[in-house]
């Protein structure tokens, strides 16, 4: 149990990274770089900002579960 929850660690951690990299700072950040740059005329967040906001949400649920799941791993065993 505790690789299994090692390896969903690794890859939910690599993802985060990748996603919180994409996510449009106050100075564009990396999202600029692959398209993301461009600003919507109605001054609100696109449906693409804000499902990139429910994923990284998601996956950093999945990467707070593992560790905490882990955590008790470790402690009980």
């Known amino acids: 149990m505790a690789i299994a929850l090692e ?3 690794v890859i939910s951690s690599l993802l985060l990274i990748v996603l919180v990299l994409l996510h ?3 100075g564009g950040g990396l999202s600029d ?5 461009v600003t ?3 001054g609100g967040s696109s ?29 009980n065993g």
């Open 7 to 9: 390896i969903v660690l």
């Open 24 to 26: 449009k700072g106050k």
């Open 33 to 37: 770089m692959f398209g993301g740059g």
């Open 40 to 42: 919507t005329s109605v």
């Open 47 to 75: 449906v693409a900002e804000r499902n990139l906001d429910r994923i990284t949400v998601a996956i950093g649920l999945i990467w707070a579960a593992c560790i905490i799941g882990l955590g008790l791993i470790v402690k």
